[in-house]
């Protein structure tokens, strides 16, 4: 069995690669705990994840089933990626800048686009965009991982947000936020006739049978106030309504709206089934409706006190141009 590190052969920055050859003794043995106990530094779990995530060949074929039963002879290559980096790296990615000073920026983010680094989005994300054009005073605003950030948007909802660039702005617009201070509306398409107006109030958790979604739950969630208006409806099948939120829990209006029977157009989380309401509207933008790629949400306006100035500030950002074609489309329909 050759049980070498490969590495002084590879340039600096390059993942390292274990190479073994199985031998008879070897042989039965699942593929990730032979390979954690010849390595020795690696735990049986991370060589799991690894293997899940393409990161060996037998053979010189990538191989994906860390069970996999080793036989006398197999030619097994471990790649280890390189260290994730420890700050988000800075970017050159274009801003839609609608505001900016010495103490902060707002902006329309567009759909798509995340706004911290997280697993599986570590680059390409706003953070990155922010450091890219503030330089490196900005770094450590709030933090290292999420500087500046003092509210986000989903990646699929557009719309106006506030990034902080002093100490100073960081700390009253978290505290705008947390005592309910800002004005926010957002536009959203859900389905189905909604009230003149009204409001939905329900605490809000984790589903218990998912927890990658949020429910209305009856205990341990936190209380969370939606108000709307419905601005316009189309064929009686779908609503264009304005919400303004009491409060700021995570996907707080497609939880409330959903769990009242009207889940937003295009939401892959919260829309689990063709609504009823999508029979009422013509064919030719039936099908353009159900198939809208994201959720119809889009952060309208934000108002609040300059941390510095003290001056009254409100921001809206229009509709992108996916949702307005979508609302031409249902309206001449």
């Given amino acids: 069995m050759s049980d070498s590190l490969i590495s002084d052969s590879l340039p600096a920055d390059a993942p390292a690669l274990f190479s073994f050859t199985i031998t008879p003794e070897q042989t039965g043995q699942r593929a990730d705990r032979m390979l954690a106990d010849a390595i020795g530094t690696l735990s049986r779990s991370r060589v799991k994840a690894l293997i899940e995530t393409g990161h060996l060949t037998c053979n010189g074929t990538p191989r994906r089933d860390p069970a996999f039963a080793l036989r006398e002879g197999m030619t097994l290559e471990l790649r280890l990626p390189p260290p994730e980096p420890a700050r988000p790296q800075a970017e050159s990615i274009p801003l839609d800048i609608l505001f900016e000073d010495r103490d902060l920026i707002v902006l329309d983010k567009p759909a798509g686009l995340v706004v911290h680094p997280a697993p599986g989005n570590e680059t390409g994300t706003l953070v990155n ?63 189905g006739l909604l009230p003149p107006s009204g409001e939905f109030e329900g605490a809000i958790g984790r589903d218990k049978r998912d927890r990658k979604r949020m429910a209305v739950v009856p205990n341990g969630g936190k209380h969370a106030l939606t108000r709307f208006t419905t601005k316009e409806t189309f064929h009686a099948g779908v609503s264009l309504v304005e919400c303004r939120l009491a409060t700021g829990r995570t996907h707080q209006i497609r939880v409330h709206l959903s769990h009242n029977g009207h889940p937003l157009l295009g939401d892959p989380v919260y829309l689990r089934r063709v609504p009823a309401a999508a029979r009422k509207l013509p064919v030719n933008v039936r099908h353009q409706a159900l198939d809208f790629p994201r959720q119809a949400l889009h952060a309208a306006t934000l108002g609040f006190t300059h941390p510095r100035t003290k001056e009254e500030l409100l921001f809206s950002a229009p509709l992108p141009d996916d949702l307005q074609t979508l609302i031409e489309a249902l309206s001449e329909g």
């Fill in 129 to 191: 965009a922010l450091l890219g054009h503030c330089g490196p005073d900005f770094e450590g605003i709030g933090g290292e991982k999420r500087p500046g950030i003092v509210h986000r948007l989903d990646k699929d909802t557009s719309g106006v947000m506030v990034v902080a660039k002093t100490p100073l702005a960081h700390e009253a617009l978290s505290e705008a936020f947390a005592t309910r201070t800002m004005e926010r509306a957002y536009l959203a398409l859900a389905w």
